[in-house]
Nanobody, 125 residues
Framework: QVQLVESGGGLVQAGGSLRLSCAASGRSFSSYAMAWFRQAPGKEREFVAA????????YYADSVKGRFTISRANAKNTIYLQMNNLKPEDTAVYYC??????????????????WGQGTQVTVSS
């Protein structure tokens, strides 16, 4: 079992930056692939970024490539999402997710075992 708690969301102007954190508790965190998804009002939850357990592989949605960076610190049981040059269309609730299997851009939310409660990110124009 893995419990996930996100933090770091907030209100920021377009062009600004935020860093989200996801703290994990439970055993074997370093064995899990981790990812960030987001869900805007009236829309389906969508993939944002993922990182393998070994940190060797990262994956990004085209809409955030070059602006967002996912990272993890296994010693701290934490993953991060550095978000730069934020746009109003990035406004959403951001969720941290984990799974023992690899997470890629095409992974559906229903395929993942563990989720956090989400943190709101609002980007004003």
């Amino acid at each position: 079992q893995v419990q996930l708690v996100e933090s770091g969301g907030g209100l920021v102007q377009a062009g600004g930056s935020l860093r989200l954190s996801c703290a994990a508790s439970g055993r074997s965190f370093s064995s899990y692939a981790m990812a960030w998804f987001r869900q805007a009002p009236g829309k389906e939850r969508e993939f944002v970024a993922a990182i393998s357990w070994s940190v060797c592989n990262t994956y990004y949605a085209d809409s955030v490539k070059g602006r967002f960076t996912i990272s993890r610190a296994n010693a701290k049981n934490t993953i991060y999402l550095q978000m730069n040059n934020l746009k109003p269309e990035d406004t959403a609730v951001y969720y941290c997710a984990g799974d023992l299997h690899i997470i890629r851009t095409t992974t559906r939310p229903s395929e993942l075992d563990y989720w956090g409660q989400g943190t709101q990110v609002t980007v004003s124009s």
